[in-house]
């Protein structure tokens, strides 16, 4: 059996990181202290990096970036998409307000975000060569996949390397040396506009992640994992690490009890306020409607989450936790709703207009990928189909879904999901070479809707 991605169990599952005993912060220190010695002192020309779901991904990229440039190695940072690439250069920013950093954009209109400009130690430029000699650059695979005629840099880091094609790794591999990979394998796989049929079970099979294609080619390299989630409280860490990650499993930052919900008012009864007072007692609650098929916009669920958040923010949500020392009101800004389709999406947005709700992110998996709140209301992929395609059996869609909250999580769906799932037994060919991801997306929808029937809440 192999991992999601494709690749054996990480070696380092038993190693230091895992003889920490109880201490998650002790644990999450001796794992990130073997990646950074690997990473400054070892010999191998890349070093892979799995991360679960708030585990501090991006901690590690600003950390790692900040000790390269201090050990007098220019660096190239790579990642996936604009807003990550900002995000990256605020935070060096924030740490490091000294360390020179050049920001590599196209020459789009408004190509970076505009606070940038307010950064004295950020150069910004379309051209590669006017950002020659500082200490660290960073841009998107896509911009520096146009990138010629300069030296290659020693050092690179590769963020949300398993949301890169292979061959947009192949396409700015001659810019580097040696690289650090990080990523969260549990998430959606790289997008792809044409099938690729034709190239699976090939080790180079341009639509697979480049950390797939990386291992097949350089199996000995080295590999480790964080083992801690600051962002999972400590009633969905079992679940999400159970159903998502069962090759690198790992734990929560907190334990019960660190973290709690309350409302300032209380419940009225309905399916609503109950499943409510459910995820703020358990961490998670099912608002299940009745068994039917319905259209993917299906109005009754639509309004169901939106009465959802619409209840939440009535009821003067309060967050408690180690951030800080008393109750915190959960705004709208710290709630999300999320969707398998943007229709459902914008159907939720519209839902949420009408009774006056404003600032809740409302969006896809894919779009709420990296993102994190204090409380997720999703709309089940499977709710209300009538049958279960590979979309939306997709393990990394649930998996994203299920892992952006810090406190709850409600899940609103159709009764029938489990019967669903049996009708429709996983169907895709057998191809040789191709390795089997584990869990499939068929075992995490059962192992999820079997923890959530124990909050279920009828709609």
Known sequence: MTGRAGQAPHPETGGPAADAGA????????ATDAILRDTLHGTRRGVVVDSPPGAGKSTLVVRAARELAA???????????????DDLVLRLAEKDPDLPVGRLHSSDADPYDPALDALENVRKSS????????????????????????????????????????????????????????????QLDPFSVVGAEQWAGLSYDPSASAVSTLLAHNPDLPQHRLPVSWRLPASAAPLVSGAFYPYTPFRSGTGPGDRTLSFATASDGSGTDRVLDE??????????????????????????????VRRLLDRGCAATSER?????????????????HRDQAAAVRAALAELGVRGVAVDTANRLQGRE???????????????????????????VLASRHRHACVVVCRAGVAELLDDHPSTEPVQLGVTVKFPDGWEANHAVLAHLAEHRVPG
Request: proline share 7%.
């Open 127 to 186: 051209r590669a060569a006017d950002l020659a000699g500082l200490d660290v650059v960073v841009s998107t695979a896509a911009k520096w996949a146009h990138v010629q005629g300069v030296e290659p840099w020693g050092h690179a880091i590769v963020d949300e390397a398993y949301q890169m094609r292979s061959d947009a790794l192949l396409a700015v591999a001659g810019l580097f040396e040696r690289a650090l990979f990080v990523g969260d394998p549990g």
């Open 23 to 30: 201490d998650p912060a002790r644990a999450a220190a001796l």
């Open 324 to 340: 800080a020392e008393g109750p915190v009101p959960v705004t709208a800004d710290r709630v999300a709703v999320g969707t398998a």
């Open 279 to 308: 995820a703020a007692e358990s961490g998670w609650g099912l608002l299940e409607l009745p068994a039917r098929r319905t259209p993917r916009t299906d109005p009754e669920a639509v309004r169901a989450v939106a009465l959802v």
């Open 373 to 399: 709140f204090d409380v997720t209301v999703v709309l089940h992929p499977l709710s209300g189909r009538p049958d279960a395609t590979a979309f939306h059996l997709e393990t990394g869609r649930l998996c």
């Open 71 to 85: 050990a007098g190695r220019p660096l190239m940072v790579v990642a996936q998409t604009n807003a990550q690439v």
